[in-house]
């Protein structure tokens, strides 16, 4: 139980719901098949039918789709306590594909056993459902930043949605974080080539407001980014559980 309590999706979920010890029981059910999964090796791909949903618990994860022409739009990245692939179990087809970034660590989750789980604790239900929902007002938030943001502005909204993001599941703080992501990745999320991910960095940095260098990033002036990239953080709906 101590272990399940301090799991990241346990700690993502009490933000919603204050869970029970039974609630905690049951959610502990959900992690009996855990898998590891190498770097660079799909773990969905795009169009493939009948596949288990996974909760992440340790690694990066991206979630993209691959255009006619070839080219990679990543939709967004997934960090510990994420569902991956929920929709896809409910829909019986993935509209899109998994990649590990660095070698994760998951836990499959079959249709049956997010049933089994809804049945025996409804609350638990809810609270996977405003994870969803969630995921879903983060994927409309990037949408905005891709149409509507400059270079600057939607690197920084980015830089801090992620640092809120991992702060949820303790890997995260207003210092900064570990993130292991290439500038490739950043350009394909982002809607930027690589070189103009590069520059935009290289100009926060020199504006004395965030460091990404080596793997990690370092929040120099977190007020000054946040005004720079008008993060409200509401959209994330962390601000403590709304079901006691």
């Known amino acids: 139980m101590n272990n399940v309590a301090n799991d990241p999706l346990t700690r993502k979920l009490s933000t919603f719901v ?3 010890e039974v609630e905690l029981a049951v959610l502990a059910r959900l992690h009996g098949r855990c898998r590891t999964f190498k770097a660079g090796r799909d773990m969905v791909h795009q169009g493939q039918a009948e596949r288990a949903s996974y909760i992440l618990s340790a690694g990066w994860v991206c979630s993209y789709k691959i255009q006619p022409d070839g080219t990679r739009q990543i939709v967004d990245f997934q960090v510990p306590g994420d569902f991956l692939g929920l929709r ?5 087809t993935s509209d899109h594909s998994f990649e590990p ?3 994760i660590k998951a836990t499959e989750v079959l249709t049956s056993d997010l049933l089994d789980t809804f049945a025996r604790a409804p609350r638990l239900a809810t609270a996977i459902l405003w994870a969803a929902s969630r ?10 930043g891709i149409g509507r943001r400059d270079a600057d502005a939607r690197m920084a909204h980015f830089l801090l949605e992620m640092g809120a993001r991992l702060s949820l599941v303790g890997l995260g703080d207003k210092q900064g974080y570990d993130c292991p992501l290439t500038q490739y990745h950043l350009a394909d999320a982002l809607g930027l080539s690589a070189v103009h991910v590069n520059r935009v960095l290289r100009q926060l940095r020199e ?4 460091t990404f260098r080596d793997g990690h990033v370092t929040f120099e002036d977190f007020d000054g980014l946040v005004k720079l990239a008008e993060f409200d953080p ?11």
């Open 18 to 20: 204050a869970l029970s």
């Open 88 to 92: 896809s179990v409910l829909l019986r």
């Open 101 to 103: 970034i660095v070698d």
């Open 135 to 144: 995921d879903e007002a983060m994927v409309v938030e990037h949408l905005v």
């Open 207 to 210: 504006a004395g407001l965030v």
């Open 234 to 244: 509401a959209y994330l709906d962390q601000s403590g559980p709304l079901l006691k």
